[in-house]
């Protein structure tokens, strides 16, 4: 199956960066999009097709992808920032797309 | 802004059958694709199922494929998820999100999700 790897959780303190991997071979040649869930909440996207952002998303917000790694990074983070977040891409081959497990974040 | 509003969840016995609706406003909802996304208590979010724009093409998750059915009625802009044969498993909150495009993309936007509950 395809399975695309996030740490579960990290912690961050205010005013530092926060750099949210998602790994599987080849991500590079995926486009990655990435979701911010705060508890009990729907989802938002903050970044898509590896490294655009949504109007309404701070330009804290940044994506890459390259190799086996996509990265979501949070510049400057603040206790807002603190939700869980999970990378996606639709699966080669097939018309499925396919979540991380999501990483927690935790603002100290 | 774009609205996408889920009804129908609620408790329902393995075995039995549920019938998820989405209401969607404010695009044009025949253009694009549209996704149900599930998440049990506690866990991470799980594809189900995908219809594109004109209904004609339906996609499954293998784990609801044979008791789920995806659906959509253009001139009502509703999104329907039928479920039958429920089971424990199923137990989750199922958000109904829009593609960014009519292809495979981001979902740019979601609904506020229903819950659904198979427990005897």
């Known amino acids: 199956s395809y399975v695309l790897t996030q740490p579960p959780s990290m912690s961050v303190a205010p005013g530092q960066t926060a750099k949210i991997t998602c790994g599987r071979d080849?991500?590079?040649?995926?486009?990655v999009h990435w979701y911010q869930q705060k508890p009990g909440q729907a989802p938002v996207v903050v970044i898509y097709?590896?490294?655009d952002r949504p109007s309404g998303i701070p330009e804290r917000f940044s994506g890459s992808n390259s190799g086996n790694t996509a990265t979501l990074t949070i510049s400057r983070v603040e206790a807002g920032d603190e939700a869980d977040y999970y990378c996606q891409v639709w699966e080669s081959g097939h018309y499925r797309p396919v979540f991380g497990g999501g990483t927690k974040v935790t603002v100290l | 802004e774009v609205q996408l509003l889920e009804s129908g969840g609620g408790l329902v016995q393995p075995g039995g059958s549920l019938r998820l609706s989405c209401a969607a406003s404010?695009?044009?909802?025949?253009?694009?694709?549209m996704t149900w996304v599930r998440q049990a208590p506690g866990k991470g979010l799980e594809w189900v199922s995908t219809?594109?724009?004109?209904?004609?093409?339906?996609y499954y998750a293998d784990s609801v494929k044979g008791r789920f059915t995806i659906s959509r009625d253009n001139s009502k802009n509703t999104l329907s998820l039928q479920m039958n044969s429920l089971r424990a498993e199923d137990t989750a909150i199922y958000y109904c999100?829009?593609?960014?495009?009519?292809?495979?993309?981001?979902?740019?936007?979601w609904g506020q999700g229903a819950m659904v509950t198979v427990s005897s």
């Open positions: 999100a829009k593609g960014y495009s009519s292809g495979p993309g981001a979902f740019d936007f």
């Open positions: 404010k695009f044009n909802f025949h253009n694009y694709a």
């Open positions: 219809i594109s724009g004109t209904g004609f093409s339906t």
């Open positions: 080849n991500i590079g040649s995926r486009s």
């Open positions: 097709y590896d490294s």
